[in-house]
């Protein structure tokens, strides 16, 4: 039997969570805001060598700002997975970055050939990158997360459209 009573909400998640980790509870806080703010959050992601830049593209009014968690991968020139640390953090194949301002540099401890962005779908964002089409054709053929080929392979047919 389900009654409203005992219905719990983001609110009410977040409260835990500022209970239970409390040095995690900013973050999750900005991540809730998404449940009240209208519109989509745009990303852009570029990647230079050692070098990752996650940047908001939108216009979307958010004060204090919003808290996206963006699950990134790290592939080699043969798309395999390769594991790098971020800031100097723990090294490992997959990060989650969370960008709580309107840019972040990230810098690697070693040259990566491409980056697989928003494994597992991590931040329902619109994304634009710097990948050639040879990094995306690469993270078609090579890359294990579902979500990552798939976006890649759609960034691929819509720039065979646009040649038309």
């Not at 990566?112 to 329902?124: E, H, I, K």
């Not at 054709?137 to 459209?161: C, H, K, N, P, Y």
């Amino acid at each position: 039997m389900c009654s409203s009573d005992l219905a719990a909400g983001v609110d009410d998640f977040v409260d835990v969570v500022r209970r239970v980790a409390p040095e995690h509870a900013d973050t999750l806080a900005g991540v809730a805001r998404w449940f009240t703010t209208a519109g989509r959050p745009s990303l852009s992601i570029e990647h230079t060598g050692d070098r990752l830049v996650i940047r908001r593209t939108d216009a979307l009014a958010d004060e204090p700002p919003l808290a996206m968690p963006v699950v990134v991968g790290f592939l080699d020139a043969a798309g395999d997975r390769c594991e790098v640390s971020v800031d100097g953090g723990p090294v490992a194949s997959e990060h989650v970055l969370v960008l709580d301002t309107r840019h972040r540099e990230c810098v690697l401890s070693a040259p990566v050939a491409v980056v697989a962005p928003l494994l597992r779908y991590s931040s329902p964002v619109d994304l634009v990158t710097d990948h050639s089409n040879e990094a995306l054709g690469l993270l078609v053929r090579r890359d294990t997360d579902s979500f990552v080929r798939w976006w890649a392979a759609q960034e691929l047919m819509i720039r065979f459209v646009d040649t038309f």
